[in-house]
């Protein structure tokens, strides 16, 4: 990933286009921030997500990891903290990639 990609992800919600004139988070909803690999700085929307699913962790498709149109796995800290409610509630920390 160059620079170029690194920039247009940030502050941006996985899955909004990059072209979307409001890629960002949407008031109200929470989400987890994706810390490292091919999609470092995006957030994750998790709202209603129950404590099982956001333990279980994800895999994101995403162009940008070692197989692309493969997917990057993003996993929850055991003890990292979460804020209830709206916002940025906890990180997911890239894993690897899987195709």
Known sequence: MNDGDEQLLR???YGHDHDDPDPGPR???TYAELVGGPLDGLL???HGWRTEE???GVALITELGRWPGG????DPRPGDPREPGPGVS???YY???TP
């Not at 997917?71 to 993003?74: K, V």
């Open 71 to 74: 997917r990057a796995l993003y």
């Open 54 to 56: 956001v333990d279980d």
């Open 11 to 13: 502050g941006r919600v």
């Open 27 to 29: 008031p109200g909803r």
């Open 44 to 46: 994750l929307d998790i």
């Open 90 to 92: 906890c990180r997911f």
């Open 95 to 97: 894993t690897g990639d």
